[in-house]
């Protein structure tokens, strides 16, 4: 991580001190998210129990049905009823997904000034969601639910920042420094909402080592090499320059730096499949 400066080593440990005192909230899954999650994660739930719980949140159901029906699951014939959603793509494919859909709640901010932020960054991690999933489907140890539902995780971060940065007009009414907050804090912030959560470690590590573009592993790829990928291609063509050559990540993933993610067959659909979902 980027060393912090002492400025942003006080904003983070007022941060913190916000959140062990419950005067600041950190973003939480809604309840029928991790009922979902808890349930389709044992072996013996049945497609109508989990149907049962999805069936308690009236948006959900309908927004799962939509998804369901979308290209990006290609249902030969039209689904009209959660169970059969949930027979057709399957109990794991239903604890990725419902997470993913539940994700865009956490990115509406209920302040005018700082709406278009929480905007940017739900458009930015359904982009890095997007691709991310594609790249998953390249990987036949990766899935693509999970790979998608990274991607949307992965500036969870910059959240509370934002939230707390509302108090500190030297921030908000400094866009400059408040982007600089934002992208060296965020990986900090990203930990700590994740050690609260109940992710896997395999997901839980996202948010804070994407961005450590020089990370080695133990030679296996793993969510945080994709969306480390994702990330750094989405930047290759803007003024953040990356040597893309010198990310490990791309050998993991079995993919050239020098070839352009979205001019991989079958890359550019998924990702438009994706976007055209979430957004």
Request: with cysteine.
């Amino acid at each position: 991580m980027i060393p912090l400066t002492d400025d942003q080593q006080v904003f983070l440990a007022k941060l913190k001190a916000k959140i062990d005192s419950n005067e600041l909230v950190l973003p939480t899954l809604p309840e029928v998210a991790i009922k979902v999650r808890d349930a389709a994660a044992k072996d013996n739930t049945t497609a109508v129990q989990l149907a049962e719980i999805i069936a308690t949140d009236a948006a959900l159901s309908a927004r799962l049905l939509q998804v369901a029906n979308s290209p990006l699951y290609r249902a030969r014939m039209e689904i009209d009823n959660i169970v059969v959603a949930i027979t057709r793509m399957g109990n794991t494919v239903i604890r990725g997904l419902i997470t993913s859909i539940v994700m865009k709640q956490m990115y509406q901010s209920t302040s005018k000034t700082l709406d278009s932020h929480f905007r940017d960054i739900w458009q930015h991690s359904v982009n890095i969601a997007a691709m991310s999933r594609a790249l998953a489907c390249l990987q036949p140890e990766l899935d693509p639910e999970q790979a998608m539902l990274a991607g949307l995780i992965h500036q969870i971060g910059k959240l509370p920042i934002l939230t707390l940065a509302e108090e500190s007009p030297e921030l908000v009414n400094n866009e400059k420094l408040l982007d600089e907050y934002l992208e060296v804090l965020h990986p900090h912030v990203g930990k700590i909402i994740m050690d609260s959560w109940t992710f896997p470690d395999s997901l839980s590590v996202v948010p804070w080592q994407y961005s450590q573009y020089d990370r080695e592993s133990n030679g296996v790829a793993d969510y945080v090499d994709i969306v480390t990928v994702a990330h750094a291609e989405s930047l290759a063509n803007t003024d953040s320059f990356i040597n893309l050559a010198n990310i490990p990540a791309f050998t993991r993933l079995g993919l050239q730096p020098e070839v352009e993610i979205m001019e991989i067959e079958g890359i550019a659909e998924e990702a438009e499949q994706v976007q055209n979902m979430m957004l």
